[in-house]
């Protein structure tokens, strides 16, 4: 297992088209993040799983964003009826237990057309 | 919430010198942690150096120190022997035990050689 993998990498779409996101995490770790990066900001929260559960999203989150991870392991964020403003990097991130650092995946760039 | 602030939005240190970045949060809790991660031009996320709050030492990578003021709620970053692919925008986050992470806006750090 080399890391934290996503796909796809690159995802152009055009307004009002529903993407899905996946995520693949490093295999034993428990906790998966999503979020959310513009261009000269930081990660911005979305959610976050501990096992299968979803523990935790993020208020800024319309309902138009819903994420799962049915088995504990991998997960997709999904968006429905894009917008422009949807446009961002999308990274997942995971991590072991707690304080452990989170290890990031390479991240998906979507483009709202 | 927790927040995270980097007030310095660029900085710059000539190659082979030292330079500081600081960081500075709000939190109400006790145990928590603290991380900077670097992410470079191939917009990966990765982990420089990671604190346990509960701990007084401050942690030390290689060239990479952290000044961590847990009663000021500071955490910045010394970079000494600056190298030219230290350049990068550095972040500096906050976890608390177990749940997600918590970004700064980021420094974008350029090395002059």
């Known amino acids: 297992d080399t890391g934290v993998s996503q796909d796809p990498r690159h995802k152009i779409t055009k307004r009002g088209q529903n993407v899905t996101f996946r995520c693949d995490p490093i295999?034993?770790?428990?906790?998966l993040y999503w979020y959310r990066q513009t261009l000269g900001q930081g990660p911005e929260f979305l959610t976050y799983f501990q096992n299968e559960a979803q523990l935790e999203k993020s208020r800024l989150l319309s309902d138009r964003f819903s994420a799962e991870r049915p088995e504990g392991s991998i997960s997709t964020l999904t968006i429905q009826r894009t917008e422009q403003r949807d446009s961002a990097m999308y990274r997942c991130a995971s991590s072991l237990g707690p304080g452990n650092e989170a290890f990031f995946g390479q991240g998906t760039r979507l483009t709202v057309v | 919430a927790q927040t995270v602030t980097q007030s310095q939005p660029e900085m710059s240190v000539q190659e082979a010198e030292t330079v500081t970045l600081s960081c500075t949060y709000d939190?109400?809790?006790?145990?928590?942690?603290l991380f900077w991660y670097k992410q470079p031009p191939s917009r990966q996320m990765i982990l420089v150096i990671r604190q346990e709050a509960y701990k007084q030492q401050n942690a030390t990578e290689n060239r990479f120190s952290v000044n961590f003021q847990k009663a000021a709620k500071s955490f910045s970053l010394k970079i000494s022997d600056s190298q030219l692919g230290d350049a990068a925008m550095y972040f500096c986050a906050y976890r608390s035990a177990g749940n997600q992470f918590y970004f700064g806006t980021g420094t974008s750090l350029t090395v002059i050689p």
């Open positions: 295999s034993e770790h428990n906790r």
């Open positions: 939190t109400s809790e006790s145990d928590y942690y």
